[in-house]
């Protein structure tokens, strides 16, 4: 996935140099050229910036979808990464559109979780029980 950026010259107000970069595929910017690869996807540098109708995985979770059309190959559509206090972080962002319905379990399933529950409910006692 990594590709070299796609970058254009844009003329900005007269700085030092009055050029700045844009990649035409992520739609970073820089007052000089990239030395990283190009994800491909629009990045946005910060969260105000990015567009209402893209979601992270845990958004669409909380509103009951996940990401679309197909669970081996969820449609990834664009990425926020910024530094925050000294670490990189890299959300994916999902589009709204393109999100389908959580599965529900089955009846079987449920059944394994509440006696898995109950199983790990019955050793937190036990173990109180001898502390």
Same mark, same amino acid.
């Given at each position: 996935?990594?590709?070299?950026?796609?970058?254009?010259?844009?003329?900005?107000?007269?700085?030092?140099?009055?050029?700045?970069?844009?990649?035409?595929?992520?739609?970073?910017?820089?007052?000089?050229?990239?030395?990283?690869?190009?994800?491909?996807?629009?990045? *946005?540098?910060?969260?105000?910036? =990015? +567009?209402?109708?893209?979601?992270?995985?845990? &958004? /669409?979770?909380? %509103?009951?979808?996940?990401?679309?059309?197909?669970?081996?190959?969820?449609?990834?559509?664009?990425?926020?990464?910024?530094?925050?206090?000294?670490?990189?972080?890299?959300?994916?962002? *999902?589009?709204?559109?393109?999100? =389908? +319905?959580?599965?529900?379990?089955?009846?079987? &399933? /449920?059944?394994? %979780?509440?006696?898995?529950?109950?199983?790990?409910?019955?050793?937190?006692?036990?173990?109180?029980?001898?502390?």
């Amino acid at each position: 996935m990594a590709q070299e950026h796609d970058l254009e010259e844009v003329c900005t107000i007269p700085r030092v140099s009055g050029v700045e970069y844009r990649c035409r595929a992520c739609l970073r910017r820089w007052a000089k050229k990239p030395v990283h690869y190009c994800p491909g996807l629009p990045d *946005y540098p910060y969260w105000d910036s =990015v +567009p209402d109708h893209f979601k992270t995985e845990t &958004q /669409l979770g909380k %509103l009951g979808l996940r990401p679309g059309p197909d669970v081996k190959t969820p449609s990834l559509r664009a990425l926020c990464s910024y530094t925050a206090h000294r670490e990189d972080k890299v959300y994916k962002l *999902y589009d709204l559109g393109e999100a =389908v +319905p959580k599965r529900k379990p089955s009846l079987a &399933q /449920l059944a394994a %979780l509440e006696k898995a529950n109950a199983a790990l409910l019955e050793r937190l006692v036990e173990r109180k029980r001898f502390e």
